[in-house]
């Protein structure tokens, strides 16, 4: 990056008569340099490089998100040694500069056959940039986004830009595409629903969710109490192989709530928006999401709230919809208590998009009530694991517990009615699971990123009155726990309980269904049976 920095400016130096020579100049040592501050900064903290996950992030980002993360590594002696490193860079260029100035007055010869080299080294670099053109015109010309992030051009900071732009670009366009088709649907009526009685499908969403770290699959700390409770009473059921397509919130949000199958190659754009389905069948649809930013148009809701919340979306899909997050997701819940009350007349499909375990873990939950979890109940011995990785860990655990209170708060407002209510999370995590490392990475696929990142914890909740009045489907959601799945075909599975007849139903994507056939997982362009099961990780 650095040297990019220098050549790119020495190129503009050596433009002649050019009055603009030196404003240009510094320009690119202020732009280029800039670049390699963050790229240097976010590589050493994060194991990251400027790329288009990056900036989107960087875009779904809420301005308190933003502060906390400014808290935690701006402010903080994490930047230390960027800025010194940053800095040398700096003080060589000005040396540099200095030099080239003192060759170019002093020693004329010398300076030209520096030049001379200099050209020569820039051929084959210029060759090298043409070698790669199909590729930028391959990213230029996809279709989706989504297709864009396993495109590879040059690890340069220019190339990084434009992959980014691109993407942004070509979102937008996707979303246009989205409402086109959704106007249709919306227009044609064409769904229905066969269930007299009034019932109620609850969706919870959570976020950020190790799998591994839930007592229901064998972790071994309490965290998840409440849902045990039910499960050995007979109204949970645990499902055991279950995955993500992407570890990404906005793509898994815009592939969960359209019915298209992306193992097949279809994309979210061109198929409904399922709670657009439900409304139009006759049910109540409430969206209340605890990631939700008010401003349409802020650049922190570019991806995911401008899907969620597209004008459009909200006169076709929704009911009723929350207007503010909250701090603790357990405050999302209650507020939808004191605006909405207990549902129990008519057909209601309400949405629970919650904050989870959503780094930074300490803060995803009240410390007075659901610090249950310490350093020291963390009874691990790897040699890279000191007090602070445990402390963050016991975080995340107490953050598991919170969530596991927030899921039964929920249920226990459902209780007493004819309610189905299926949890799973957009994706997983990594909190020092098997490395010194927290968070996502975007990267070539193993064994055990897919095993912490892409496994979901995924799970049905059934009332005792839904119990009673559907002992068949009950018997269904028994049959299929242990199937494999990929949570892009939920909505099948959701027609399927909701008692919906509509076109956009497939009996082989649905879970529940003794037709169901699990498509072929890929997940970032590999097939998951094949990694995740490659090592006894």
Known sequence: MFIFA??????????????????????????????????LFISENFGLEINPTLFVLLAETTGAESMEFVNQYIFSSAIYPTLVRTGISVLIVVVCEFLWYYLKKRFVYIYAVIRCVAVLVAIPLLLMGISYSNIYWMMYNAQSADHIRFMQPPKDPISSLYKSWLVIRITEKNMGDAIEKNRSVYECGESSTAIAEPLNVVVVIGESYIKWHSQLYGYGLETTPNLAREEKEGRLFVFSDVVSSSNYTSVVMRNIMCCNNSSDGEHWYDTPFFPLIFKQAGYNVYMWDNQYAQDMYATHSFTLNSFL????????????????????????????RRDIGVLDEGHNLVIFHL???????????????????????????????????????????NATLYNDHVVNSVIEMFKDNNTVLLYFSDHGEEVYDYRRRTGRQYGIMNADILKYQYDVPFMVWCSDKFKSNYPDKVECIKQAIDRPFLTDNICNMLFNVAGIETPYYRDTLDLLNPDYRCSERIINGCKYEDVRFSSKK
């Open 6 to 39: 220098y050549i790119s400016a020495a190129v503009i130096a050596n433009i002649r008569y050019s009055p603009l020579k030196w404003f240009l100049k510094v320009l690119m040592y202020l732009f280029v340099l800039s670049l390699y501050l963050v790229d």
């Open 355 to 397: 904050m989870g375990q959503h780094y930074t873990y300490s803060r995803r939950f009240p410390p007075e009530e659901f610090t249950h979890f310490t350093p020291d109940s963390i009874n691990r011995s790897e040699e890279y694991l000191k007090d602070a990785h445990k402390q963050r860990i016991a975080d995340y655990d």
């Open 309 to 336: 919340y597209n004008p459009d979306f909200r006169e076709w899909a929704y009911t009723r919809t929350n207007d503010v997050s909250y701090r603790y997701d357990g405050e999302l819940v209650d507020a939808f």
